[in-house]
């Protein structure tokens, strides 16, 4: 008998296949390629090894691809017949029993068989691990989050595999809708782990959900070389990637990510890979972007496959691939096979209901939609909304659906439906901008918060708007822009429903002693930057818009009094210098680096032959010769 480095008993276990077992659960748990050739390893070294063989049978699960959970059912009951049992720990025994449900069918069974292990062993990291993707699969937010929760605070934080589970955590925290929190854990975790890829996962999650689209893909390019090879999951996060582009209206950006890196023609074909293709073409199919022949080469791909009715999540994105691709009879025959699996297959297998209460209904709203009987899709799809959780997959995934509900209502004419449904979207992210697209929206009257001054109608007449009222010009042009253009009296309704959006939250964003005012030299966006406001560089503000974007500062030439914007094309940096347009006399900025803590920054002299002021850094007045100065709101000094 041998144990694990956790001190459990593995018996029927020699020291090598221990040392594979331990290896091949590492790869697990950092997602790389080689854990199925560690696992195999493990069992080849001691057949009757009952952890060897459960940690392949959930192998053969994980990747919910139907023929190779048949060959893992085979290779199990293979060994439960010829394999000596007596002797076997209870855990071991409870991991048989959850390894066997799921194979027959019931996921949410084996689900509720690893909860009680890790209540008894919480510091089994397979239960753990394995039990975290069954609650991802069957959509199940609060088990994401209280199943690695719990168990937190029997490991030591130095062990090896701690970092891992915040990782987990992390995502639990997320589809939970603790966002700020995912955020700081998952960064701890890859802070441990560089190449925690589902950290990383958890942090892009968090990201997307808070609409901080420039952070995600920052945050993805910084740690590029962390999780674009050697792990399954990077297509995914390439997806994630594309899903961010899309949101800054990139779509040439995105399908160049599409053809490098999603799907492509050597794409494994695998069920993972193929449903993030189908769901990123199919926003782009919502926005009326034209694909090329990439629809028809992916449902050439799910065609392929010949699938049977085993997962309903891959089902769902088998019928987007169809139905993009202009192929409805596909997609109807799969629909008709499904029905007719659901009548002949025993209600235990999970699958069955996650079909019929969820699967079936959204597959015939796909269908509808692709054949434009927009008002059969809503009204297929309005229940659901609040259960779609019930088919698998993460709030990112999902809202692949959510999506075409509002598009479906636009095009129905439901405008009431389709202002209820927008309203919902900004409310929770209000910097998203599909939340605003142009076309979007009702001409019906959008109502004001309570306490808030109305719109005044006609010339000359416009309100006043108070300093907490400030919001970036760019936002202001989108939000009078919401959802086409319905005219004066239209506008006049936008206007006052982005007052009611941006208020409350600027007026927090200038309590933390928003000054300044800056200009992007992009979009020519304008903003109120506060001394490290979320999205800022340390020292310098900028725009939502990213590095990419810049920054323009207001100058005044010393000399004739003149004003400029000057340009920087990184966070803080400016090309050489900056100057009006009267040459070098007329001033300039220099750059001055702090003799004692080595602070640099930009100092404005007069003229060449003017008297030079000392140079002084923010560390404080001993440094310099000007007083420093407080902000009365945060107490920063400067």
């Known amino acids: 008998m041998g144990t694990d480095r956790h001190a459990l008993a593995m018996t029927h276990t020699s020291t090598d296949a221990v040392r594979h077992y331990e290896k091949a659960l590492e790869h697990l748990l950092f997602f790389r390629d080689e854990v199925t050739t560690e696992a195999r390893a493990a069992v080849r070294a001691s057949p009757h090894s009952v952890m060897a063989n459960v940690l392949t049978a959930y192998l053969g699960l994980l990747g919910t691809e139907e023929k190779d959970a048949a060959e893992a059912r085979t290779s199990f009951d293979a060994f439960r017949q010829g394999a000596p049992l007596t002797g076997v720990t209870p855990r071991e025994r409870m991991h048989l029993a959850a390894a066997s ?58 062990d090896p595999h701690f970092g891992l589970l915040l990782g987990m955590y992390a995502f639990g925290l997320e589809e939970a809708g603790h966002y700020s929190r995912s955020e700081q854990v998952g960064l701890a ?64 950006q995105v399908l160049a990510v599409y053809d490098d890196a999603v799907h492509h023609e050597g794409s494994a074909g695998v069920a993972m890979e193929l449903l993030d293709a189908a769901s990123l073409l199919w926003r782009l199919h919502l926005a009326g972007i034209d694909t ?25 994105h088998a019928v987007m691939a169809y139905v993009g691709a202009g192929r409805t009879p596909e997609a109807e025959r799969l629909i008709r096979d499904r029905e007719a699996w659901i009548r002949s297959t025993r209600p235990e297998v999970s699958n069955v209901a996650m079909t019929a209460a969820v699967g079936l209904p959204v597959s015939r709203a796909l269908l509808a939609y692709g054949r434009q009987r927009y008002d059969e899709a809503v009204d297929l799809l309005l229940p659901l909304r609040y259960r779609l959780h019930a088919f698998g997959g993460s709030h990112a995934q999902r809202d692949a659906v959510q999506r075409t509900v509002v598009e479906a209502a636009l095009r129905a004419g439901r405008h009431d439906v389709a202002r209820t449904l927008l309203s ?40 006043r708007r108070s300093p907490a009222d400030e919001r970036p010009r760019r936002t202001r042009r989108r939000h009078r822009e919401v959802r086409g253009a319905f005219g004066v009296r239209g506008r006049r309704q936008a206007r006052s429903m982005s007052d009611t959006l941006t208020s409350e939250r600027f007026e927090v964003r200038r309590a933390r002693c928003t000054t300044r005012r800056g200009r992007c030299t992009r979009s020519r966006c304008r903003w109120c930057s506060g001394s490290r406001p979320e999205w800022a560089s340390p020292g310098r503000s900028r725009c939502r818009c990213g590095p990419a974007g810049g920054t323009r500062r207001r100058c005044r030439c010393t000399r004739c009094g003149c004003t400029w914007w000057s340009r920087t094309r990184t966070r803080w940096a400016s090309p050489s210098r900056s100057r009006c347009r009267h040459g070098p006399a007329g001033g300039t900025r220099r750059r001055c680096r702090c003799t004692r803590c080595g602070h640099t920054w930009w100092r404005r002299t007069r003229t060449r032959s003017a008297s030079r002021r000392r140079s002084r850094s923010r560390r404080g007045r001993a440094a310099g010769t000007r007083p420093p100065r407080r902000c009365s709101h945060c107490g920063r000094t400067w």
């Open 189 to 252: 975790a890859v802070e441990r782990n560089a190449r925690d890829v589902w950290g990383i996962h958890a942090v892009v999650h968090a990201y997307e959900m808070q609409g901080r689209f420039t952070d995600g893909i920052r945050y993805l390019d910084d740690r590029a070389g962390d999780w674009t090879d050697g792990n399954y999951l990077k297509v995914h996060n390439w997806w994630h990637y594309a899903l961010y582009v899309l949101e800054t209206g990139r779509t040439d």
């Open 101 to 158: 449900s799921w194979l027959d069918g019931d996921i949410h069974g084996s689900g509720r068989i690893l909860g009680e292990i890790s209540v008894v062993h919480p510091r089994d990291a397979l239960a753990l691990a394995v039990g975290h993707q069954i609650d991802f699969f069957t959509g199940s937010a609060t088990l994401l989050r209280d199943r690695v929760g719990g168990a937190l605070s029997a490991w030591d934080e130095d």
């Open 424 to 463: 919902e979207r900004t409310a929770l992210r209000p910097v998203s901008p599909y939340n605003w697209a142009p076309g979007r929206g009702s001409p019906t009257t959008w109502a004001t918060r309570p306490g808030r001054p109305p719109t005044v109608a006609g010339r000359g007449n416009r309100r």
């Open 292 to 316: 090329g022949g990439r629809w028809a080469a992916l449902a050439d791909a799910w065609a392929g496959r010949e699938d049977g009715a085993y997962y309903v999540f891959n089902d769902i």
